[in-house]
């Protein structure tokens, strides 16, 4: 009995993500030790060799993404993906997303770093991030759009990549995707990474040729990263080094914004959906415990007052995660409390519709629990 109230223990999860950066540290929870789900070292492997296999027809979804229009991707079937039967007996935990509908979960998204790689200085790239916005970026038809991580349009404006301007528009299906950090106070989106240039994909090429490309045709077209009346925002790409550690400690030091994170590349990593153990992510403050690495006190300055210690942090983030999710609970509670009275009324109101009650309760119920499946 014991052993299996400890696998239900352990088998319990809000999310089918491991080491999503929205919720406490994996090194402090209780699956971590049970090892219900491969660890990262293993779930990178497998997604490594899944992406060899990978078929997607990438050129539609820029169209999609570019045009905005979506009815013939579902015609196609999500884009025209092509995914191996195989792939829907494996571990979710270690497996390739499809990108979002419209322009919702079309970014890569980070785990926490919980155990250092043994390739770390080999095979892992490193960005240090500042403080901004994470968005997708589309320039097409004459114009610039940023897409935040939901899916919601926040801006539109000339710019001066590819398809982002109608005064140099060279050809209709001119298109540049980017995802960016957008840092209001600069008035600059800063470029993490590239998925399309002037028409051609780049999902599924390596990080390490991303990166090259987007560095060498941003340097080429130095009018980009400038503000101009054709180009509102400047886009200023990021700079990736190895991970060593003193190339992580002059990086860190050399920076000339304010650092909000670092993130961590694997070399060999397509640009996939959603969060991947490929990419993962520490706050500055967190260096010294995970990396063993010791920095100037002036980037410890944004380490919280109440911080003590890794564990505590994350302890407290879980707490403030598991009130959000109560507080969105009673809300919804609430709404389908309102939505059952307003039926019943209706129902009394209008006998011919009272059989009509009974469908419409049991299709709500329905709808609630498919909801339910997508947040798990």
């Known amino acids: 009995m014991e052993e299996l109230t400890a696998n239900l223990a352990a088998s319990f999860a809000v999310s089918n993500e491991p080491n999503t950066t929205a919720a406490s540290h994996p090194r402090f929870s209780q699956y971590k030790s049970k090892r219900f789900f491969l660890d990262q070292d293993e779930r990178r492997n497998k997604i490594l060799d ?15 993404l570019a045009d905005d229009a979506w009815k013939k991707a579902q015609d196609d079937g999500e884009g ?9 007996e494996m571990d979710t935990s270690a497996k390739i997303h499809k990108p979002g509908r419209y322009y919702k979960n079309q970014l ?74 957008y840092n209001e106070v600069a008035e600059t989106y800063y470029v993490l990474d590239v998925m399309c240039w002037k028409g051609h994909p780049f999902y599924d090429s390596e990080t390490e040729f991303r990166f090259y490309w987007l560095h060498s045709k941003l340097s080429e077209e130095p009018e980009v990263c400038e503000k ?28 000339q914004f304010e ?21 993962v992510w520490l706050k500055p403050y967190m260096v ?47 709404k389908n409390k309102k939505k059952k009275d307003f039926l019943m009324e209706t129902s009394s109101e209008n006998p011919e519709d009272e059989g009509n009650l009974a469908d419409n309760s049991e299709m709500n119920n329905s709808s609630q629990n498919a909801d339910c499946q997508n947040n798990v």
């Not at 025209?80 to 829907?88: D, L, N, S, T, Y």
């Open 288 to 334: 010294p415990e995970i990396l063993q690495m010791k920095l100037e006190d002036k980037l410890m300055t944004q380490m919280p007052s109440e911080y003590k210690d890794y564990a505590t942090h994350m302890a407290s983030v879980k707490e403030m995660k598991e009130k959000h999710i109560a507080k969105n609970k009673e809300t919804s509670t609430h």
């Open 80 to 88: 025209g993906a092509k995914v191996e039967e195989e792939e829907e």
């Open 50 to 64: 899944q992406q060899k296999k990978r078929r997607y027809d990438f050129k539609n979804h820029i169209r999609c």
């Open 108 to 181: 890569m998204l980070s785990e926490w770093l919980v155990e250092v790689p043994s390739d770390f200085a080999e095979e892992w790239l490193m960005v240090i991030c500042p403080w901004g916005k994470r968005c997708l970026v589309v320039a097409s038809k004459g114009s610039t759009r940023a897409y935040a991580r939901n899916g919601y349009r926040i801006n539109t404006f000339p710019s001066l990549l590819s398809g982002g301007n109608r005064k140099k528009m060279q050809g209709s299906h001119e298109c540049t995707i980017l995802d960016c950090l």
């Open 228 to 255: 101009s009346a054709l180009n509102r925002y400047k886009f200023v790409p990021l700079p990736s080094i190895a991970c060593t550690t003193e190339n992580i400690h002059s990086a860190l030091h050399a920076a």
């Open 259 to 279: 650092i909000d994170g670092l993130l961590f590349f694997h070399k060999r990593t397509h640009y996939t959906f959603g969060s991947t153990p490929l990419v």
